[in-house]
């Protein structure tokens, strides 16, 4: 019912910076709060900032002051504008947005921070 395709990641310099992009198509008239989360494996899938339709935005302590999230509504799309980028930083991106019955999960794009 709704699909999200996460994009934007690659490899960066400790210090460099990337956008992500979480574009959701179906019916996305169901979607408020969209999240970004990443997942480093052996390490648990953490929450890293989400946004709500209206703007309200929420930042892990971890990557506050370092990382925006936005949202284009017309477009459906949310971005996560990463600076300051430490190896610590490094996993698999995934966007996630809920809607009544379920949550709905993107593919993930990897970020790669370079010491």
């Known amino acids: 019912q709704v699909q999200l395709v996460e994009s934007g990641g690659g490899l960066v310099q400790t210090g460099g910076s990337l956008r992500l992009s979480c574009r959701a198509s179906g019916r996305t008239f169901m979607i408020n709060t969209i999240g970004w989360y990443r997942q480093a494996p052996p390490k648990q899938r953490e929450s890293v900032a989400n946004i709500s339709r209206s703007g309200i935005t929420n930042y892990a302590d971890s990557v506050k002051g370092r990382f925006t999230i936005s949202r284009d509504n017309a477009k459906n799309t949310v971005y996560l504008q990463m600076n300051s980028l430490n190896p610590e930083d490094t996993a698999v991106y995934y966007c996630?947005?809920?809607?009544?019955?379920?949550?709905?999960w993107g593919q993930g794009t990897q970020v790669t921070v370079s010491s």
């Open positions: 996630k947005t809920r809607s009544p019955g379920r949550d709905y």
